[in-house]
């Protein structure tokens, strides 16, 4: 699928959302671009301090590593408390860190796992996802990029899903953006 499939959805506080359908699947896929004023290490720190989520990614109560691989590889698992109607998902994921120095470049890869096990009990297992974090130094500041692809499981039909698909990526950068001073 070409980048140019991307559809402009949402632009406010110099956060960039898009979605574009994706072949096989019922939802949307997201990507927002925004420039924070901060270094990368920075925001870096934040997005792989798991633990912290619930401070401020919208709807996550609690995250946490369940398996580190190494320092650039774990596994994670996040409780997602979600408005009524809908059921609170449980998704786990197996997270990869690249730094590329010479292109200045952090890469933290995310794919749908089930290493963690977390007691589920009232949450709806979220099984199939991807996605990424591309940061990139520009100057002082940093571009940050935020991807994803994901299914939340249960009976939640696409339609209402796809609402939200918008919303929520832009609450995440901007309450990063926040949580870093970028």
């Known amino acids: 699928m070409a980048d140019t499939d991307w559809e402009l959805a949402k632009e406010e506080e110099g956060i960039k959302v898009y979605t574009r359908e994706v072949d096989g699947w019922d939802v949307e896929e ?106 990139t130094s520009k100057g002082e500041g940093t571009v940050v990029h935020f991807q994803f692809l994901s299914d939340p499981g249960g009976s939640i039909p696409s339609w209402v899903i796809n609402m939200f698909i918008v919303d929520n990526p832009f609450n995440t950068i901007k309450a990063l953006k926040s949580k870093v001073g970028g």
């Open 30 to 135: 997201f990507k927002v671009i925004a420039v924070f004023n901060v270094k990368r290490y920075l925001i870096y720190n934040v997005i792989i301090d798991i633990a912290s989520y619930a401070s401020w990614y919208p709807d996550i109560v609690e995250s946490a590593i369940c398996k580190r691989v190494s320092e650039t590889e774990f596994y994670c698992y996040s409780k997602l408390d979600l408005p009524w109607p809908t059921d609170d998902r449980i998704g786990e994921s197996h997270m990869k860190v690249t730094h590329n120095k010479e292109n200045k470049t952090t890469m933290i890869e995310m794919n749908a796992a089930s290493q963690c096990n977390p007691d589920a009990e009232g949450y709806t297992r979220m099984t199939k996802g991807k996605g990424f974090w591309k940061l």
